[in-house]
């Protein structure tokens, strides 16, 4: 489609499939405005703010985590097409709480002491949210004692821990140990992630999983809060 | 006839030509890889792998300039497999201010620049993180920390200039510390004939 004729597409002339896809374009372009009126269309024909989130926005991030995966995006179209997304989520954030949207879990995340890079951890935030999770996010620079606190006091499900650089990320075995330490440790689901973190590293400090994007980390939490049902 | 070879980070390039200058390390000759690696470290074990056994049989003794420059230990284990030395420390900002007072800051708000990214803006930071067609992306990335840091190896007033400019296009504060080549030259001069 030439640029011209993109310019001239009005949304709402389009069936709501064709405009279910056309936002997972236009977040694929990191388009904010066109995402924000593609909800609010969505809206007025009585969609429900859940499925638009699910179907629309969520799905059109996955699409950009598997381009992201494999090579075709990069970070920069990547932070676009969440600045989109984060678009969209505000509005329907508020109506995702008068719906009674479902709740996966709750989780507590944040990047790790000494570590401000806070992009992917953003992003894991999210997605985790758009996929039914409440996050508690701690932000930047967290020592132990913040994770620690934050899970107690939010009885939280999942703890989420971020780290960009090689000098910040042995942090996390000292927040897995002083879990253990305290006898803590199995009441909860340990996800970490970042750049320069793998399968090998996130096994031996003893996480449940290392998470390479936000997709998979949805996807494992996902799994591990099934499991964690089926036991109780 | 040079007997060791320096295996250089390309960013290190013009460092490691002036400290073989400065001290007459005639013995040494300086080979880099592309500077380029230093923004996808995950490449950086193999490629001085492949270099250092391209190279072997031609010198005496190899020395790898890398830091372990955000390969988490893996280009320390590699060396170790291959039986080379590298430069100790997590990155060249620390051991261009020396590893220690590095450490010892313990700065988590900095972003730092040396005279290779000062001059090199615009390739290594600017463009690669799509500054240039998205400007409205900095804070992004940028919002978090709070100064630029340049750690300048030399004295050169063109590069303080540029480095200024670029904490101001990054809207940080600007800082500019002498370094001069810091822990570099101790670990070359190990290979003093």
């Given at each position: 489609m030439s640029d011209e004729e993109e310019d001239d597409l009005?949304?709402?002339?389009?069936?709501d499939g064709e405009l279910v896809l056309q936002m997972h374009d236009d977040l694929y372009d990191g388009m904010a405005d066109e995402i924000a009126e593609g909800v609010n269309i969505l809206l007025k024909r009585g969609w429900t703010p859940y499925d638009i989130l699910t179907k629309a926005l969520v799905e059109g991030m996955r699409i950009v985590g598997i381009d992201f995966r494999d090579g075709i995006l990069f970070v920069p179209e990547v932070l676009l097409a969440a600045g989109a997304m984060k678009r969209g989520m505000e509005i329907l954030k508020p109506l995702l709480v008068e719906t009674g949207a479902p709740q996966l879990g709750k989780m507590v995340i944040g990047t790790v002491k000494?570590?401000?890079?806070?992009i992917g951890k953003n992003l894991v935030a999210m997605m985790m949210e758009g996929a039914g999770f409440e996050i508690i996010d701690l932000g930047i620079n967290n020592p132990v004692e913040d994770y620690i606190g934050a899970l107690k006091r939010e009885k939280a499900d999942i703890l989420g821990m971020s780290a960009l650089l090689t000098t910040t990320m042995p942090y996390m075995k000292t927040v897995i140990d002083t879990l253990k330490e305290q006898g803590i440790r199995d009441e909860y689901i340990v996800l970490v992630g970042g750049a320069p973190l793998n399968e090998e590293f996130g096994k031996s400090i003893g996480a449940d999983a290392y998470c390479r994007d936000a997709a998979v980390a949805v996807e494992t939490a996902k799994e591990f809060m099934a499991r964690k049902h089926n036991q109780g | 006839m040079p007997t060791t070879l320096i295996l250089a980070c390309g960013a290190l390039a013009r460092e490691v030509l002036a400290l073989i200058e400065l001290n007459g390390w005639q013995h040494m000759e300086l080979r880099c890889l592309p500077a380029e690696l230093h923004l996808h470290p995950e490449r950086i074990p193999d490629a001085v792998e492949a270099a250092v056994r391209a190279a072997r049989g031609a010198y005496s003794r190899i020395f790898v300039a890398y830091a372990d420059c955000g390969t988490g230990g893996r280009l320390a284990d590699r060396c170790k497999t291959l039986g080379v030395e590298m430069i100790a420390g997590p990155h060249c900002y620390s051991f261009f201010e020396g590893n220690e007072a590095f450490a010892a800051r313990?700065?988590?708000t900095s972003f730092y620049l040396t005279d290779f990214l000062a001059r090199q803006f615009d390739a290594f930071v600017w463009k690669p993180m799509g500054l240039d067609n998205h400007p409205e992306l900095r804070d992004l990335y940028f919002?978090?920390?709070e100064k630029l840091v340049y750690l300048a190896q030399t004295e050169d007033a063109g590069l303080t200039k540029a480095a200024r400019e670029a904490a101001e296009r990054l809207g940080l504060e600007f800082e500019r510390r002498f370094t001069g080549y810091g822990d570099l030259q101790a670990a070359i001069r190990a290979y003093k004939v």
């Open positions: 009005i949304l709402d002339e389009l069936d000494g570590d401000i890079h806070d | 313990g700065e988590v919002g978090n920390y």
